[in-house]
């Protein structure tokens, strides 16, 4: 089954948001891609998990076993590729090692009904902010590197919390994307999400006379990892979904330059983190409105030709490869609906 396009236009509207985080210049209204854009690629993963295990009808027998291998070689490779750009340096946080270990957890929830996945949404939400600076004042963790705690409770990424993104991006898609009272749920859904998150923390943070620990913990600020936080991010996360989606269908010439880059979101990560590596860290500490607007028209330049011409970024080509040799039992190969790489 063909890709849906506009799952491919989130996706490339959080890589390229993620890299407005790190390289955009200072303004309030480019403000808005920091923490957001980051979740919303965390939310996508759940989605390629879905689909890449059946979508809305999930695989059974062995083609649910394949699917499942499938998953956890694509966590190992993200692991290694984000361990390799850790390294590197950078003045830039990497995602991915935190991703992998999601891709693991999601491995193990194929067959979870889309109820349960969104009482665990909510109950991550709800409690793991607070058992997170718990374990915080238990457990020493370096941050940056600081191997498995760090991934777990990290500052920037931790997936104690973080994993209520995914659940939601699996739930969604379990509940069928195509299906317009899905759509109509996301969007009632994602606006009740935003104003309960991002409203809370405003009148929480001017009502209270917090301390240290209540601040963290009342905060909408991007990576602050609480419950406002989440939940904002969870809201504005599934309204670009929805509206990823109608435009998609409904101007897909316009939007290609960008569902491509989407398409290639791992050779877009990877390359800019690398180009960041080679042009020092002032492109981070000392960004620019032209260093900015250089990266998004070549990173969308470049993924809109590749696409056109060669199909699949070199990332996205190495992943699938060894994904699908890991996953190939010699009996029945899974066809996936919309095989996100």
Not at 12 to 24: F, I, K, Q, S
Not at 63 to 69: N, S
Not at 77 to 92: E, K, R, S
Not at 281 to 308: E, K, N, Q, Y
């Amino acid at each position: 089954m063909r890709r849906i396009e506009g799952i491919d236009l989130a996706r490339g509207l959080a890589v390229l948001g993620m890299v407005t985080a790190h390289v955009g210049p200072d303004s309030r209204w480019l403000e808005i891609a920091d923490g957001r854009s980051a979740a919303l690629f965390v939310v996508l993963s759940g989605v390629s998990v879905a689909l890449m295990s059946g979508g809305a009808r999930p695989v059974d027998g062995v083609r649910r076993v394949q699917a499942r291998v499938k998953v956890l070689s694509r966590a190992f490779i993200l692991l290694g590729v984000g361990v390799a750009l850790a390294a590197l340096n950078t003045p830039v946080v990497v995602i991915l090692p935190t991703y992998a270990l999601l891709f693991a957890v999601a491995a193990c929830l194929l067959r979870t009904r889309v109820s349960t996945l969104l009482v665990g949404a909510g109950v991550v939400v709800l409690l793991a902010p607070a058992l997170r600076v718990l374990l915080e004042g238990r457990i020493t963790a370096e941050l940056n590197g600081g191997g498995i705690i760090d991934l777990v409770i990290g500052e920037y990424y931790p997936a104690l919390v973080w994993i209520a993104y995914l659940l939601v991006g699996l739930a969604v898609t379990r509940a069928d994307l195509r299906a317009p009272r899905t759509r109509a749920a996301l969007l009632i859904g994602g606006a009740v999400a935003t104003v309960l998150g991002y409203g809370s923390a405003a009148v929480l943070t001017r009502v209270l006379d917090a301390g240290p620990t209540l601040s963290r913990l009342i905060t909408a600020e991007p990576h602050s990892s609480s419950t406002p936080e989440v939940l904002g991010n969870i809201g504005v996360a599934l309204l670009t979904l929805v509206a990823c989606l109608w435009l998609a269908e409904r101007l897909p010439r316009l939007v290609a330059p960008l569902a491509a880059t989407g398409a290639l979101a791992l050779t877009a990560y990877v390359g800019h983190l690398l180009v960041i590596w080679l042009l020092g860290p002032d492109v981070v500490w000392l960004p620019t409105v032209g260093g900015w607007l250089a990266f998004m028209v070549v990173i969308v330049g470049a993924c809109w030709a590749s696409r056109a011409t060669v199909g699949r970024g070199p990332a996205e080509w190495a992943l699938h490869r060894v994904a699908a040799r890991a996953a190939d039992t010699g009996e029945v190969r899974a066809t996936p609906v919309g095989d996100p790489t």
